[in-house]
T-cell receptor, first 115, second 115 residues
């Protein structure tokens, strides 16, 4: 069965500092990978996705993620964090032959940004 | 504006009093799904629907019902709510083909408290 692990429950960074959120997945074949962000009181919004091609994926709000098959990882990065980035971040995976019904989410990483 | 609309956003009810959370999307998406979000557990799928009149159980279907009589609507029904159904609920939809396939659009969430 596929699974997603986000090892960090909570991360605090200073505004302007760089950020890396970790995501490891377990899946027997080629995965589709997603990062979603949930701002306080709101639903989840897609940040970026990896389906195929270039393993470095650019998303909205200045975020990027790199797919590393050898490490089964899809870590999210941002060079300089803004206070408005404080939110909860979810990594998710499905197989290339799957549909959204098989999407598996990690348990999330809550990001706090200090000024 | 493309969106998923859930109502009510907040609800406090008592054990055993039937309630319905409505979900409507305006993107002509085939796929719709309900999730519940609980601290430390991430998002867990309750039910999903691949198209009109086609529904299936997710990971935590006990105590819930759904129906899909129209493509745009996917209500979540709690026939006899219990306190362990106190949670934050999200409806989501996606297309099953094209460039947006399997990319979920989420509603803003419905916070339900069962006393």
């Amino acid at each position: 069965a596929q699974s997603v692990t986000q090892p960090d429950i909570h991360i605090t960074v200073s505004e302007g500092a760089s950020l890396e959120l970790r995501c490891n997945y377990s899946y027997g074949a080629t995965p589709y990978l997603f990062w979603y962000v949930q701002s306080p009181g709101q639903g989840l919004q897609l940040l970026l996705k990896y389906f195929s091609g270039d393993t470095l994926v650019q998303g909205i709000k200045g975020f990027e993620a790199e797919f590393k098959r050898s490490q089964s990882s899809f870590n999210l990065r941002k060079p300089s964090v803004h206070w408005s980035d404080a939110a909860e971040y979810f990594c998710a995976v499905i197989g290339v032959t799957g549909t959204a019904s098989k999407l598996t989410f990690g348990t999330g990483t809550r990001l706090q940004v200090t000024l | 504006e493309a969106q998923v609309t859930q109502n009510p956003r907040y609800l406090i009810t008592v054990t055993g009093k039937k309630l319905t959370v409505t979900c409507s999307q305006n993107m002509n998406h085939e796929y719709m799904s309900w999730y519940r979000q609980d601290p430390g557990l991430g998002l867990r799928q309750i039910y999903y629907s691949m198209n009109v009149e086609v529904t299936d159980k997710g990971d935590v279907p006990e105590g819930y019902k759904v129906s899909r009589k129209e493509k745009r609507n996917f209500p979540l029904i709690l026939e006899s709510p219990s306190p362990n159904q106190t949670s934050l609920y999200f409806c989501a939809s996606s297309s099953l083909g094209g460039s947006g396939a399997n990319v979920l659009t989420f509603g803003a969430g419905s916070r339900l408290t069962v006393l």
